[in-house]
């Protein structure tokens, strides 16, 4: 299971001098809901049928912090790959398929559809090719038996289904699951299960991050159609100039 | 500058597509038959010669150009709002923040981030139908049974509610002005992890993203996380009892109070105005 550190940005961005990150000293960090949810369906998975969950992230020393996190959810360890740097998409899924290839074998490697800060919508496709494995993302549903997985992707009007022979790389989306809480206990239990963190460095990115910019636009002013249920009528006329009502 | 445009159909968002092509060069329009099978299709365009690639920054359209970005090994920029030369400036946080890149390569693929360009109007599309050999594909299709009501993502009008609604039962005044609208009823993220209703309700950056004439918001606080799942809203109306809440920074209207008075109240006037 990949995961990536990112911030619980809470509701306005606000940028470090040199527009490069988010200011973070005022957040707390989280890994991305798809994640949540792949973490999740991994543990299900493993308690169901035997195996090993093995969580791994590419991120600053403190991400660390994530993979506890995943682990007092179930998972049984975890491999850090650390820098302080943002890597381009291609570079990180180099990175990861050099970690998987000293871990495996895998039945199933499972990313988030797409990170929830850099959006990228293709490190999990990219591992899959360099492993020459099959792949299927965005999935809302997941079965496993007799060394195949059925997966359900959503889309407008209801959901595909794919069926791939294992292993294979899925990308998931939130929904696919509701995540447990931690318990105090596997918290514990997370303090004392393997990190391997391993150094890296950044090689040069080929999609080049210049600079983060907010966008114009939130900010709006709003017109008061009134306060408390006494601005019922003037909401209904504003339905009708709308046309909705 | 050659361009190939990789399109879904006539839908919006690979309409838009279409015109960040035309703005980079002579365009080409490209379409498959058969079932979606990513891999396949994504290496019919990786045979073909473009300088630039663009797809719709839809799912369908990030992942296939995900797929010929690894087969060629080239970078890929999702969800550009913007192309200059070798810069572009593309969606993070699903749209709530940009970023400005450069692209180091020869070729370039991209995706049109939905709503930054106008859809153009009638796109000559060539359809073609690839090989498939075992390519992974679509094998079978489930639509499930809506009750005849209108899909979240399809409706003019959504009524969402957030942390301010305060129970599963709650969402009931919602319901009963969402069904008044014929529209659908939507929720934040707080209200689906406290399990008051389920994730195909989510609107958000993991969840739907909307598009509807109206959108209105109730109880909701405004976090990023939900804009960017209804900032595609053509006006959006925002109820809340915190006068600072972000959401009025993102509203065209706004009424100040309580929700469980003011929903019912717009319910009951709307009745009222019907049956004059």
């Given at each position: 299971m990949c995961v990536k550190r990112v911030p619980i940005t809470g509701g306005r961005m606000v940028l470090t001098a040199d527009g490069q990150a988010i200011e973070t000293k005022h957040l707390g960090f989280t890994i991305s809901p798809h994640e949540e949810c792949g973490v999740e369906e991994a543990v299900r998975i493993v308690e169901a049928g035997g195996g090993e969950v093995l969580v791994l992230t590419l991120g600053p020393e403190e991400a660390v912090e994530q993979l506890r996190e995943c682990m007092a959810l179930g998972a049984d360890r975890a491999v850090h790959l650390v820098s302080a740097d943002e890597w381009d998409a291609q570079a990180t899924a180099a990175a990861i398929v050099d970690a998987i290839r000293a871990e495996e074998p895998f039945d199933l490697i499972v990313f988030g559809n797409e990170s929830a800060d850099a959006g990228n919508y293709q490190v999990g496709i990219r591992v899959a090719y360099a492993l020459g494995l099959p792949v299927v993302t965005g999935l809302k549903g997941i079965t496993t038996a007799d060394g195949r997985a059925r997966c359900e992707q959503e889309v407008p009007g209801g959901r595909d289904v794919y069926d791939v022979p294992l292993p294979a790389v899925v990308t998931v989306k939130e929904g696919l699951n509701l995540p447990r809480y931690p318990s105090v206990p596997a918290k514990l239990r997370a303090n004392r299960k393997p990190v391997d963190a391993r150094p890296l460095e950044r090689p040069a990115p080929r999609l080049e991050k210049l600079r983060l910019v907010v966008p114009e636009g939130a900010g709006k002013q709003a017109e008061i159609l009134g306060h408390g249920p006494e601005a019922a009528p003037r909401v209904v006329e504003v339905l009708r100039e709308l046309g909705v009502a | 500058?050659?361009?190939?445009?990789?399109?879904?159909?006539?839908?919006?968002?690979?309409?838009?597509?279409?015109?960040?092509?035309?703005?980079?060069?002579?365009?080409?329009?490209?379409?498959?038959?058969?079932?979606?099978?990513?891999?396949?299709?994504?290496?019919?365009?990786?045979?073909?010669?473009?300088?630039?690639?663009?797809?719709?920054?839809?799912?369908?359209?990030?992942?296939?150009?995900?797929?010929?970005?690894?087969?060629?090994?080239?970078?890929?920029?999702?969800?550009?709002?913007?192309?200059?030369?070798?810069?572009?400036?593309?969606?993070?946080?699903?749209?709530?923040?940009?970023?400005?890149?450069?692209?180091?390569?020869?070729?370039?693929?991209?995706?049109?981030?939905?709503?930054?360009?106008?859809?153009?109007?009638?796109?000559?599309?060539?359809?073609?139908?690839?090989?498939?050999?075992?390519?992974?594909?679509?094998?079978?299709?489930?639509?499930?049974?809506?009750?005849?009501?209108?899909?979240?993502?399809?409706?003019?009008?959504?009524?969402?509610?957030?942390?301010?609604?305060?129970?599963?039962?709650?969402?009931?005044?919602?319901?009963?002005?969402?069904?008044?609208?014929?529209?659908?009823?939507?929720?934040?993220?707080?209200?689906?992890?406290?399990?008051?209703?389920?994730?195909?309700?989510?609107?958000?950056?993991?969840?739907?993203?909307?598009?509807?004439?109206?959108?209105?918001?109730?109880?909701?606080?405004?976090?990023?996380?939900h804009i960017a799942g209804c900032k595609g809203a053509k006006k959006l109306l925002a109820i809340n009892d915190d006068p600072e809440a972000t959401i009025f920074a993102h509203a065209d209207y706004a009424v100040v109070g309580d929700l469980h008075e003011i929903v019912p109240a717009i319910t009951a006037e709307l009745r009222k105005a019907r049956g004059a």
């Open positions: - | 500058m050659s361009v190939l445009v990789f399109v879904e159909g006539e839908d919006e968002l690979s309409c838009q597509a279409v015109t960040l092509g035309e703005q980079l060069g002579t365009a080409s329009v490209l379409m498959f038959d058969g079932p979606y099978a990513p891999s396949a299709w994504a290496r019919e365009l990786a045979g073909r010669e473009w300088e630039v690639l663009v797809g719709p920054g839809s799912d369908r359209g990030n992942e296939v150009l995900a797929h010929v970005a690894a087969q060629l090994d080239l970078p890929f920029a999702a969800n550009v709002t913007d192309v200059r030369g070798d810069e572009v400036t593309r969606v993070r946080w699903g749209g709530t923040l940009l970023e400005e890149a450069r692209v180091r390569a020869e070729r370039r693929i991209l995706t049109a981030a939905p709503f930054a360009f106008e859809a153009c109007g009638d796109p000559k599309i060539d359809v073609t139908l690839p090989e498939l050999d075992d390519a992974v594909r679509v094998i079978e299709h489930l639509a499930p049974d809506t009750g005849g009501k209108v899909t979240l993502a399809d409706a003019r009008v959504v009524v969402s509610g957030g942390r301010g609604v305060g129970s599963a039962e709650g969402f009931g005044v919602l319901e009963e002005l969402a069904a008044l609208l014929d529209g659908a009823v939507g929720c934040s993220r707080v209200v689906t992890s406290a399990g008051w209703r389920p994730h195909t309700d989510q609107v958000g950056q993991t969840g739907t993203k909307v598009s509807p004439d109206l959108y209105i918001a109730c109880g909701i606080s405004g976090a990023t996380q």
